[in-house]
């Protein structure tokens, strides 16, 4: 019996979080040395139409029919009968494992999402472009979050770095190449905090302070449109002072952390060419720009400074490694 594979990476913020809830561009790029994988095979011996999961790390062990109604697998499935006007699907056992930390801004639901909407876009004999899959799991993303921006299911899809922008017509997304690839270290506080908390906040401040804040936010538009023209021109290794100055902004609308600093200056000092926070703030990950062969002892430097997990990844863009 055949089986029918798919995967897709995760994903982080490279700059530009918050002040893109204010049309200021962001970078967001692949975390490819973590990936959700799914397998499809068919059940010959199974009722028709019973898909059954199996998600060992999330407990899942049953029929795909029975989970909640809102559950983003069941949107996966209506969306694929919808979408190639089928009835149903033919029995099938779908494995799902995924190596991305879960509610840690590293897009595992979307990578999730879009690794289901391949493998069993193929199991049906259907051929799943880039672009449907990441419209699709968009689709997915709404359910779940109601507004998101788009970002995750871009990123995780094209397994590409994306500059992403909101607009009031609607999200503007390109996805563009890494010209030499370059080497990120990921370190997590292990401090859980919503971001909605950290954006309510920031919006509060805005509020009180709107040119204070507009500047802040102004100042990380332009260190994005300077950090995108170095990744696509060859020098990625200039992009650490980028982050640091990107930190000292984050820091000013007070979304960093005790913690977030305490790993961002640990990793300064054990030799990172930059560093800053990641994502919403205030807890959850850091970055850091790294040569690739200091890796290795950076990230034990990192786990000694308090950091509860590590990430080595190699940002290269598609066919560049
Ligand atoms: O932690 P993540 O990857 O969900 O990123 C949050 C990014 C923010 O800019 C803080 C919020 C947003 O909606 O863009």
């Not at 995108?228 to 100055?245: H, T």
């Not at 200056?265 to 970055?287: P, Q, V, W, Y």
């Amino acid at each position: 019996m055949p089986a029918f594979t798919a995967t897709a990476p995760g994903k982080i913020i490279l700059f530009g979080e918050h002040a893109v809830v204010y049309g200021r561009p962001a970078i967001a790029v692949p975390v490819n040395q973590v990936s959700a994988r799914v397998v499809v095979q068919a059940d010959p011996l199974a009722p028709p139409g019973r898909i059954w999961v199996r998600a060992p790390a999330v407990g899942l062990d049953g029929d795909l029919d029975a989970l909640p109604s809102g559950h983003p697998l069941r949107a996966v499935k209506t969306l694929l009968l919808e979408h190639w006007g089928l009835d149903d699907l033919p029995a099938c056992r779908l494995q799902i494992s995924s190596t991305i930390p879960v509610a840690a801004g590293l897009g595992s639901g979307a990578a999730v999402s879009v690794a289901c909407l391949r493998a069993l876009s193929a199991f049906l004999g259907r051929r799943l472009d880039d672009e449907l899959a990441s419209a699709l799991a968009y689709e997915v993303e709404k359910l779940l979050h109601g507004t998101p921006s788009g970002i995750d299911n871009t990123v995780v899809t094209y397994a590409a770095p994306v500059y992403f922008m909101r607009r009031p017509e609607g999200p503007h997304i390109e996805t563009f190449q890494v010209e030499r690839p370059f080497t990120l270290l990921i370190g997590d506080t292990g401090v859980s905090s919503p971001t909605s908390v950290a954006v309510g906040d920031l919006r509060r401040s805005w509020q009180a302070e709107p040119e204070r804040y507009n500047a802040l936010f102004d100042a990380v538009g332009s260190l994005v449109e300077r950090a995108r023209a170095l990744i696509e021109s060859g020098q990625p290794e200039a992009l650490g002072p980028l982050m640091d100055e990107n930190h000292v902004l984050l820091q000013a609308m007070d979304v960093s952390s005790p913690e977030l600093d305490h790993l961002v200056a640990a990793a300064r000092s054990a030799g990172a060419l930059g560093a800053k926070l990641s994502g919403g703030g205030r807890g959850g990950n850091m970055i850091a720009l790294v040569r690739p062969e200091a890796a290795g002892a950076l990230a034990s430097a990192l786990r000694h400074a308090g950091a509860e997990h590590t990430i080595i990844t190699r940002v290269a863009g598609k066919g560049s490694g």
